[in-house]
């Protein structure tokens, strides 16, 4: 008689572990159905960096002025935004960038942040 091995899966923890748990047959098979209201909905699952705004408009640097400026997402609370020839850098919460991004006038909001928070003189 052989043993089924248990699929294990792991637990993202509070302080950084993970826990292993074991993975239901639905889970397994891939069977499983969306129920309405199930889980929270990220606002993105951006795995890559990011160089134009949702119209295509190049992200410039508000301390150099040029457009090497990209935005990093390290997770799906919060933002970076960094520039490539200058070194400048300048975090924010998703919500924040959401807003900036799906805005007409991006480049001159993260500027604007920039003042605000004193990275960038006026």
Same mark, same amino acid.
């Given at each position: 008689?052989?043993? %089924? &091995? ?33 889980? %929270? ?17 190049? &992200? ?50 993260? %500027? ?6 004193? &990275?960038?003189?006026?």
């Amino acid at each position: 008689m052989v043993d %089924k &091995l248990k699929v294990q899966a792991r637990i993202a923890r509070g302080d950084g572990s993970v826990a292993p748990h074991d993975v239901s047959d639905d889970a397994k098979t891939g069977d499983h159905e969306p129920v309405s209201g199930e889980g %929270k909905v990220e606002p993105h699952d951006r795995e890559s960096e990011v160089i134009t705004s949702i119209n295509n408009e190049q &992200l410039i640097c508000p301390q150099c002025g040029k457009p090497t400026v990209h935005a990093e997402f390290p997770d799906h609370y919060e933002a970076w935004i960094k520039c490539s020839e200058c070194g400048f850098f300048m975090g924010m919460s998703n919500e924040e960038w959401h807003r900036m991004e799906n805005s007409q006038n991006i480049n001159e909001k993260i %500027k604007k942040m920039a003042i605000k928070r004193d &990275l960038v003189k006026v």
